[in-house]
Nanobody, 125 residues
């Protein structure tokens, strides 16, 4: 069993940066691919970024490409999401999710087994 917890959210102004962290319990987390998703009020949860278990492969939604960077430190069991040039449309609850099987359909929520409770990111002037 893996427990996942996000942190680092907050209220920022447009153009600011934030770094979200996803910390997991259990030594097996370092072998799981990991994704970040977000859900804005009244909208479906959407894919943001994905990183393979080794960190060698990363993927991003078009809406965040070039602004967000996903990374991981397997020694610390942590995955980060660095968010630069934040926009009001980035406002959402951000969720971290772990996939034990390393499936290829990583943009889909059904691919992931373990989810955190989410951290709120609000971008507003």
């Amino acid at each position: 069993q893996v427990q996942v917890e996000e942190s680092g959210g907050g209220l920022v102004q447009p153009g600011d940066s934030l770094r979200l962290s996803c910390v997991a319990s259990g030594s097996t987390f370092s072998r799981y691919s990991t994704g970040w998703f977000r859900q804005a009020p009244g909208k479906e949860r959407e894919f943001v970024a994905h990183i393979s278990w080794s960190g060698a492969s990363t993927d991003y939604a078009d809406s965040v490409k070039g602004r967000f960077t996903i990374s991981r430190d397997n020694a610390e069991n942590v995955v980060h999401l660095r968010m630069n040039s934040l926009k009001p449309e980035d406002t959402a609850v951000y969720y971290c999710a772990a996939d034990p099987w390393g499936g290829s359909d990583f943009t889909q929520t059904s691919q992931y087994e373990y989810w955190g409770q989410g951290t709120q990111v609000t971008v507003s002037s």
